[in-house]
């Protein structure tokens, strides 16, 4: 469960400050994919980096499975973000001079995972976005779909159950946007909660739920109707 309370956040630009969310409140809970939509420089990245401990809140609360994230300290967030949250870019950020793999492995060494069990991981993972035969391919190789399949991959490694995606689709074409949504879809039906930033709404219409930001406050709620 993730719920956002009355988020604040504040920029200083110079002396200037500027409003980007001003009393965001919203409650994703367990197991449910939610969008989120607006214009751009409506504050939807910088209300996932908020989510996903990337960044921090000028007021307000953001709270995860129950536990309030600014009272924690700074390793403590490492670790939730480590172990509980998955990250996946619209520019992948994955490291060329590494093999897909070793991408994957990375969130598992931070973790301090076995390296027997790292492997596993790394098998599992790379599977369930049919990657797994490109496990020994640089990832300067790999196609758009392909580096994001290896982006999910790694954002799952360490199994967590929030998965946050911020315009994974942006630089794909339809037949590739389309695997990456059956992946979502996937594992929010294995239990995960998803939420995704997208500038689509077909992307967005894969969600159970969309949220429409507008001028640092959520103006719309839509539930899709099945
Ligand atoms: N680190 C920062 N310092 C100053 N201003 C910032 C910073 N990060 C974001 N902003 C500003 O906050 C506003 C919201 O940015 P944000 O990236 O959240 O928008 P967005 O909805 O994700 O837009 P897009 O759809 O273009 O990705 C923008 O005006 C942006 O310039
Ligand atoms: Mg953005």
């Known amino acids: 469960m993730v719920e956002c309370v009355n988020v604040h956040k504040e920029f200083e630009i110079g002396d200037i400050p500027l409003s980007v969310l001003s009393g965001v409140s919203m409650r994703v809970e367990s197991g449910e994919f939610v969008a989120v939509v607006g214009k751009s420089g409506s504050g939807k990245s910088t209300l996932l980096n908020i989510i996903g401990l990337l960044d921090t809140v000028t007021g307000g609360e953001i709270i995860i499975d129950n536990v309030g994230i600014n009272t924690l300290s700074d390793s403590q967030r490492a670790i939730l973000r480590n172990k509980r949250i998955g990250f996946i870019f619209q520019s992948f950020y994955l490291e060329p001079s590494y093999e897909v793999y ?57 199994n967590p159950r929030l ?32 939420i995704m930033v997208t500038h689509s709404h077909e992307e967005a219409a894969w969600a159970e739920r969309t949220i429409t930001l507008k001028d640092g406050c959520i103006c719309q709620w839509q539930t899709k109707i099945t």
């Open 102 to 158: 070793k991408n994957v492995e990375i969130p598992l060494i931070i973790g301090n995972t076995p390296k027997r069990e790292r492997k596993i991981r790394i098998d599992e993972c790379l599977r369930k976005v049919g990657m797994y035969d490109k496990y020994k391919a640089y990832t300067h190789t790999l196609s758009g779909g392909e580096k994001q399949r290896v982006c999910i991959a790694r954002a799952l490694a360490n």
């Open 163 to 194: 998965i946050l995606a911020d315009e994974p689709c942006g630089n794909l074409d339809s037949v590739n946007t389309e695997v990456i949504m059956q992946i979502f879809m996937k594992l929010k039906n294995e239990g995960n909660t998803v």
